[in-house]
Nanobody, 123 residues
């Protein structure tokens, strides 16, 4: 099990920015591909972005491309999500995830999860 803590969520106006952080004391952090997911009530958790080990590759959901940027700092065991040009439809609980299976992005079915941080974008 990997324990992770997200922070940085909050209330922001449309067009604004937020930076989410996810930290862990797990020294294996650098060995995990990491991702951000989000979920709204009544809907499935959806993948927002993924970053490979070492940060060599990144992937984004079409809805956040050019607006969000994922990064990681393996020296501090921290995952980030820089969110810009936020829209009301970005409102959700955001979760960081670590892949249980090496070499793949975290999935809904097979990941370690943080407790989530709420992002609310007002119009």
């Amino acid at each position: 099990q990997v324990q992770m803590v997200e922070s940085g969520g909050g209330l922001v106006q449309a067009g604004g920015s937020l930076r989410l952080s996810c930290t862990t004391s797990d020294l294996r952090f650098r060995a995990y591909a990491m991702a951000w997911f989000r979920q709204t009530p009544g809907k499935e958790r959806e993948g927002v972005s993924c970053i490979s080990t070492g940060g060599r590759s990144t992937y984004y959901h079409d809805s956040v491309k050019e607006r969000f940027a994922i990064s990681r700092d393996d020296t501090t065991n921290t995952l980030y999500l820089q969110m810009t040009s936020l829209k009301p439809e970005d409102t959700a609980m955001y979760y960081c995830a670590a892949a249980v299976t090496t070499g793949t992005c975290p999935s809904r079915e097979n990941s370690y999860w943080g407790q989530g941080t709420q992002v609310t974008v007002s119009s």
